[in-house]
């Protein structure tokens, strides 16, 4: 049997933050590669990727996703073990990535090697993991996604094994996600004298009335699946030390999380046109730059999501709530390959000093996982 603590320890002692590679790929290639999976890495522009499959290519595809790559661990004197020292103490394993998300990736791997060993399926099992999630993200699974299509590789559906869990394991699995989009509005007007407003013009009046109306009302109710959608200004600047001058130029940053009733696309179009009608009322000219970091998906219930809510259940107990929330993962581009869903770990600690992991928790997700694929391959 595939000891997924173990591997989770190991894992956490390769220094893999992001953008490096840290030795977790080249472990569990070796390690894959050493349980009959034929593995490639797919690095691209120096980000480090690995694609592991077992069985035959075109076959009937179970897949999964994750990352090695991890946040800086902040000051190391202010852990209580050192961050790259998968410290195992008191039933819990310590260091960078022990939640988010070497733990997720361990169970997963090991579950796939021990059901592979055990019950070859008539089918195969793919493994997307990447060291650019925490990143950019552009050369992470993209990247192994690009490959995958140009190579004839396909997965059928899809688990990523990001933390899913607020408090419990068995309480959430995700079936989609939030998309988000970043704004910056820019103002340019006239600068002068406060003194004299009239020989001005303000950019900051112009911008501070779209940022009230942007704010003023929400930008819809929700769905049946995702909660209403949220708009937050995360900064406003002018550059501005003088109390007696009217600015030149002003901008704004605003964030949108936003439901499967918007697209990247639209929300652009909506704040573009709203800035036009201001500076022709003002003279202001206000512009519009969008950064869509991903769009809003969801993964509608049906045969897979039930699959894995059912193996949830009878493995923790606890009937999982279908969510949306959270942030984005690497499942807004899987969305696009093929259909997927997220479960995983406890998120308690995830980012923070100190963190850590139950050594039974990662044992727990191993069995939920090679549970999914017994079911799947039934």
């Not at 590669?33 to 034929?38: D, L, N, P, T, V």
């Not at 022990?98 to 099992?125: C, E, L, N």
């Not at 581009?333 to 770990?345: T, Y």
Request: charge should be negative; proline fraction near 6%; glycine fraction near 10%.
């Amino acid at each position: 049997m595939t000891d997924p603590a173990d591997l989770t320890a190991r894992l956490i002692r390769c220094p893999s933050v992001t953008p490096e590679e840290g030795g977790a790929l080249t472990l569990l290639e070796t390690l894959l590669r050493q349980a009959g999976f034929e593995t490639r890495r797919i690095d691209r522009n120096g980000t480090p990727n690995l694609f592991a499959r077992w069985g035959a290519k075109g076959a009937r595809t179970f897949g999964f996703n994750g990352h090695t790559d991890v946040v800086p661990t902040g000051d190391p004197a202010s852990w209580t073990h050192p961050p790259f020292s998968g410290h195992v103490q008191d039933g819990l394993i310590w260091g960078r990535g022990a939640t988010d998300m070497k733990s997720g990736v361990a169970a997963f791997v090991a579950a796939a090697i021990d059901f592979t060993r055990q019950t070859p399926p008539d089918g195969a099992v793919i493994l997307t993991i990447t060291g650019d999630e925490e990143g950019p993200g552009r050369d992470g699974t993209i990247a192994i996604l690009d490959w995958m299509e140009k190579a004839g590789e396909r997965m059928d559906v899809c688990i990523v094994g990001e933390p899913t869990n607020p408090e419990r394991m068995g309480e959430m699995m995700k079936i989609g996600r939030r998309g988000s989009a970043t704004f910056t509005i820019a103002a340019r007007g006239v600068q002068g004298h406060a003194a004299y407003p009239h020989q001005a013009r303000n950019p900051l009046h112009a911008l501070t009335r779209m940022l009230a109306d942007l704010t003023a009302a929400p930008l819809d109710q929700g769905t049946a699946h995702f909660d209403p959608s949220g708009l937050q200004i995360t900064t406003i600047d002018c550059g501005n030390p003088a109390s007696n001058v009217i600015p030149e130029m002003a901008r704004a940053v605003v964030n949108i999380r936003f439901n499967d009733l918007h697209t990247g696309a639209s929300l652009t179009e909506r704040l573009r046109d709203h800035a036009a009608r201001i500076s022709a009322d003002t003279g202001v000219t206000l512009t519009v730059e969008a950064q869509i970091s991903g769009e809003a998906f969801l993964t509608a219930p049906g045969p897979f999501v039930d699959l894995v809510r059912d193996v949830v259940a009878a493995e923790t107990g606890r009937q999982p709530v279908l969510s949306t929330s959270g942030g984005t993962s690497d499942a807004r581009f899987v969305k696009d390959h093929c259909p997927v869903v997220e479960f995983g770990l406890v998120g308690h600690h995830m980012h923070q000093i100190d963190e850590r992991v139950p050594v039974e928790q990662i044992h727990q997700l191993k069995a939920i996982y090679q549970r999914i694929l017994e079911r799947y391959f039934a």
